[in-house]
């Protein structure tokens, strides 16, 4: 493996360890032994989950090519587990309002060792299977942990501020650390011991098996609106309702939407980007550096979620600006380097460009995703909470099962291109955001609705 990597991958690990010892008083937030117990609690136990989903994802294509399936019968698979996010995540959001968050988490635990069971069986149907029950379990990871910890330290009388620290702090462990260790973890059980590719699987669903068991003993139950009254349409009538009557709530759908559109296409294209005539390029130890990346940009976002300035809402605004311009490297090294035609061999020039505004890419990454759930904690009303977050998802879903239904369609310049002007029209939003912020409305306007009745809190 060419030098570059190691040099790459070391200068990031020094920057992310330099920022993380630097960190003077006013950098750190001042908390309580509780709180402390509590956010520590949170963070393992999702850990545990994100190591469950990042032990699986490099492994999934490649086990169903040895299951001899051809690349459309796995492009199928792919769309079948992002449209039952689609189709079935805003049930599942509903019912976790309505049925309790700590059951939804138990519920996801389940759903994802049912899915990787179904990966020793090489029958399409059971495959397929299998990705709709992942997909109902991705929707339940991005909405009703965030939705069970933003209830509980609400109701255990944590200050705002403190959630933040939370924040940052799981995107730091799950996003990096533990992605950068489950690919190691991965490699050693597939590569180095030779399990096969259904062992990162079968340790998933163990590691699942013990976070749901850290679950059932140490968490409490919360709920958003738990009355009997409210049927899931009722529900869906709220969630459609709070997002067209509160503009923030709108903004916020909408650049989520549009950030995590091409974040997500972003991980279809970056290897045919790096290697576009079959270049030899260490995909395993790229991944890993990404991952470091967007360590970074989570180390960044917690210093910058510990001051009350500059405000999340104001430094999004660059942050979008700059993951724009950052995925137009393959435009503009297409323009400024004239293109290989040589087969396989070592990463071109271009790819060493790109490479860098990839790991720009990722470290926006990094401080989106906390960002983000400050945002959502400040803007999006407890009654419905999971059930907005995937109402947000929807169009998200949309868009991936469209890309990857045309990947093949459009040259991967005009992808990226898109993917840029995507994030740019997030920074507009974004821009739009701050502005009626400003003044200090960070509170959602939204009022539920009872049906035939004059409009009241649910929760007196």
């Not at 259904?198 to 340790?203: E, K, L, R, S, T």
């Not at 958003?224 to 759908?253: P, V, W």
């Not at 979620?305 to 600006?321: C, D, G, K, L, N």
Request: aromatic share 14%.
């Amino acid at each position: 493996m060419e030098l570059f990597y190691f040099l790459l991958f070391g200068a990031l690990s020094a920057v992310v360890a330099a920022l993380e010892l630097s960190k003077r008083n006013k950098d750190r937030i001042i908390t309580s032994s509780t709180f402390t117990i509590f956010k520590n609690n949170y963070l393992l136990v999702y850990s545990l989950m994100m190591a469950g989903d990042w032990l699986q994802g490099p492994y999934v294509y490649y086990l169903y090519s040895t299951y001899g399936f051809t690349k459309g019968d796995i492009g199928q698979l792919f769309i079948a587990g992002f449209g039952s996010s689609m189709l079935f995540g805003t049930i599942v959001g509903s019912l976790a309002d309505k049925q309790g968050r700590k059951r939804a988490c138990v519920t996801y635990c389940i759903t994802y060792i049912l899915s990787c069971f179904t990966k020793h069986f090489p029958d399409y149907k059971v495959l397929m299977l299998g990705r709709v029950l992942g997909g109902i379990a991705t929707s339940l990871l991005f909405s009703a942990f965030e939705s069970w910890l933003v209830a509980e330290h609400n109701k255990r009388g944590f200050e705002q501020q403190w959630l933040s620290l939370t924040f940052s702090k799981a995107i730091f462990l799950g996003n990096g650390l533990i992605a950068i260790v489950s690919g190691l973890l991965g490699n050693l059980l597939v590569d180095t011991l030779a399990f096969g590719p259904v062992a990162p699987f079968d340790a998933a669903a163990c590691i699942l098996a013990i976070g749901m068991a850290i679950i059932l003993a140490t968490w409490g139950e919360n709920y958003g609106d738990s009355s009997d009254n409210k049927n899931l349409l009722t529900q869906f009538r709220g969630a459609a309702i709070a997002i067209a009557c509160d503009e923030k709530i709108a903004l916020l759908g909408a650049i989520q939407s549009l950030f995590e559109g091409s974040m997500y296409t972003f991980v279809f294209l970056w290897t045919p980007a790096l290697s576009p005539n079959d270049e030899e390029i260490p995909h395993g130890f790229i991944f890993a550096t990404f991952m470091l990346a967007s360590m970074l940009g989570s180390s960044i976002a917690s210093r910058l979620m510990a001051s009350s300035a500059p405000r999340v809402e104001s430094y999004m605004q660059i942050v979008f600006a700059v993951s724009a311009v950052s995925l137009l490297c393959p435009i503009v090294t297409s323009f400024l380097i004239a293109p290989s035609n040589v087969r396989g061999g070592g990463i071109s020039f271009s790819g060493y460009f790109q490479i860098f505004g990839f790991c720009t890419f990722e470290a926006c990454v990094g401080i989106f995703w906390p960002s983000i759930m400050k945002m959502r904690s400040q803007y999006i009303p407890e009654e419905a909470r999971s059930t907005i977050m995937n109402f947000f998802r929807i169009p998200l879903n949309i868009f991936v099962c469209v890309v990857l239904y045309n990947v093949n369609a459009f040259p991967i310049t005009i992808m990226f291109g898109m993917c840029s002007i995507f994030l740019g029209t997030a920074a507009v939003l974004q821009r739009r955001l701050f502005v009626i912020t400003e003044g200090g409305g960070h509170k959602s306007k939204w009022v539920p609705m009872e049906m035939d009745t004059e409009a009241e809190p649910l929760n007196d």
